[in-house]
Each structure stands twice: as structure tokens, then as C-alpha cells.
């Protein structure tokens, strides 16, 4: 194997535990997105340049920004709001940020090295990609797709704080 699978393997292994034992769900995100980068240097390492764009678009991209939607849509309070700047300290960035230049070292290091992946292991065209998911597995994807999206809906309706209704007999007029 290569140093740079092993170099992306530590940050992965390292950037999942930390998002298993973070309490606060901001941290937490910022080494899943590292996670799922290592991962993608990983795909691209072992020539799946096409799923390493997927993981990154997909997972590190859309994903991260709607569970940061669902956080904001939950709207806490004003709390909330001294909670955030507390989390958003500039040392809480240094560590995710120091492992993501690591991996963007290895990313350039990969494509300047050669274009060919490791020995026997052929690139998989994205036309294969595309026809394999909307070939034979085209139940699958439209069936994880409803899952997610009922997930969201789901999250959402239990997350949500309802209003108190009151009728206007019981409204007081201090005016």
C-alpha cells in the first residue's frame, strides 16, 4: 500500500471518532466533512476520480448543508444565538482545518504523481456509474431517496416548536 492511503486512512479513522464523541453537533460536522474528504482521497487513490467528486459534492457539500438548515430551521432561541458564538471560536477550526490541508497535500501530491491508479485497478467511467445506478438499481435509489426526504420531513414536524393559541377572551389588554 502507499503512504497516502495510510496518511488518509489515520485522518478518516481519526475525524469518525471525533464525530462520534463530540457533544456539540457544529464540531461534530466539521470532522464529518473531514471524514467523508478522506474518504474521497481515498476513492480517488484507488482510481474512482468520479466517486471521489460524488462523495465530496454529495456528502461533504449537500448533506452537511441541510443538516446545517435543520439546525437553523429548530431556531432555539436567543440562547441559541450566545451558544453559536461560543462554538465558533476560531481554535475550534484549527485541527479540522489542519487535517483538511493534509489531505489537499495528498490530493495534489496523487494528481501530479500520475495519472494511473494503483496496479490493477481500472477507472470506472462516470457512463458506467450512471448506468449502473439507473439500470438494475434504480429501486434502490429512488427508495433511499423517499427515505431521506421522509427522514427530513420527519426531523422536522418533531422538531419544531408549535405556537400556543389562545383565544383573544383570554389575551390580556395592557394597552
Known amino acids: 500500500m502507499d503512504l497516502t492511503f495510510y496518511i488518509a486512512a489515520a485522518i478518516a479513522v481519526f475525524s469518525t471518532v471525533m464525530v462520534v464523541t463530540r457533544f456539540n453537533i457544529m464540531h461534530a460536522l466539521l470532522y464529518l466533512i473531514v471524514s467523508l474528504l478522506s474518504v474521497a482521497v481515498i ?8 466517486m471521489a ?13 441541510l443538516i446545517i438548515f435543520f439546525v437553523m430551521m429548530l431556531n432555539l432561541g436567543p440562547e441559541t444565538a450566545r451558544q453559536e458564538k461560543e462554538w465558533l471560536r476560531p481554535g ?15 490530493l495534489v501530491y496523487l494528481i501530479a504523481q500520475s495519472k494511473t491508479p494503483v496496479t490493477g485497478i481500472t477507472p470506472v467511467p462516470p457512463k ?9 438499481y434504480i429501486l ?8 431521506l426526504m421522509a427522514g427530513i ?3 422536522y414536524h418533531l422538531g419544531r416548536q408549535k405556537k400556543k393559541i389562545l383565544h383573544r377572551f383570554f389575551e390580556s389588554n395592557a394597552s
Open 43 to 50: 476513492f480517488y487513490l484507488y482510481g474512482a476520480p468520479f
Open 53 to 65: 467528486a460524488l462523495e465530496i459534492i454529495i456528502y461533504a457539500g449537500a448533506i452537511m448543508v
Open 92 to 106: 475550534m477550526w484549527l485541527l479540522p482545518a489542519l487535517l483538511c490541508a493534509v489531505l489537499l497535500g495528498e
Open 128 to 136: 458506467e456509474v450512471g448506468r449502473s445506478l439507473f439500470g438494475p
Open 140 to 147: 434502490a435509489v429512488e427508495l433511499s431517496a423517499l427515505l
Open 153 to 155: 420531513v420527519g426531523a
